[in-house]
């Protein structure tokens, strides 16, 4: 709901372009996961972050706690990252569940 | 090694009746979830337990539904008496405290 605002909604991507995805925090989150749910619905586990900043491949995420929010940069987009990309905040400290956002779906197209 | 397991993939129920829901968690992992999925409230939590005790039971969801967590690697959901507004994915996902792992779900379509 209002507690993690994800934005865009949805993102039109070019094959070979960057982009960014944001996500803003109005809890006092502790971590952030980032999930990627492709077309048959599956869900899968990008990142899990503690403050800093964390790469894997073309993909590469930041959680500032102090600022409260979280940032997931797609480089040299494929078309295998198309998708709604959700993140997830941990929040009261831990020992609650994950509120997520409301996703942001990308299409990328050659 | 087995991912988090949902049975059934798909189920179809009738206005009333009560179905129920199975989820197997990663193994070794304490934290199993229950959320649920619709296009309009997007992922919406049912139920968190911790080392089988409840944590969090969704507000908006105590009165029809129930989770439990009888053993540490097996997890029911039970909607009773399921209504068509109950139509949506059922995720069930698990953690050892850091990442969380997602099962594909269940779809439940109530007619």
């Known amino acids: 709901g209002d507690q993690v605002k994800q934005s865009p909604s949805a993102l039109s991507l070019q094959e070979g372009t960057n982009s960014a995805l944001r996500c803003n925090f109005s809890?006092?989150?502790?971590?952030v996961q980032w999930f990627l749910q492709n077309p048959r619905g599956s869900l899968m586990n990008l990142f899990y972050?503690?403050?800093g900043t964390k790469e894997n491949g073309r993909l590469k995420s930041t959680f500032n706690s102090k600022e409260s929010y979280s940032t997931l940069h797609i480089r040299d987009a494929q078309l295998e990252d198309s998708g709604t990309y959700f993140c997830?905040?941990?929040?009261?400290?831990?020992?609650?569940?994950?509120?997520f956002g409301t996703g942001t779906t990308v299409s990328v197209s050659p | 090694d087995a991912g988090v397991t949902q049975t059934p993939r798909h189920e179809v129920a009738e206005k009333g009746q009560t179905i129920i829901l199975k989820c197997e968690p990663v193994?070794?992992?304490?934290?199993l979830f229950w959320y649920r999925q619709t296009k309009i409230q997007g992922l919406e939590l049912l139920s968190y337990?911790?080392?089988?005790?409840?944590?969090?039971d969704g507000g908006a969801f105590k009165d029809r539904f129930k989770a439990e967590m009888l053993n540490s690697s097996f997890s029911t959901l039970k909607i009773q008496p399921t209504e068509p507004k109950d139509s949506a994915v059922y995720l069930c996902a698990s953690s050892q405290g850091t990442e969380v792992f997602f099962g594909k779900g269940t779809r439940l379509t109530v007619v």
């Open positions: 337990f911790r080392s089988k005790s409840l944590m969090e």
């Open positions: 972050l503690v403050p």
């Open positions: 809890i006092a989150t502790t971590t």
């Open positions: 997830a905040a941990e929040w009261d400290q831990g020992g609650r569940a994950l509120i």
């Open positions: 193994s070794g992992h304490n934290d």
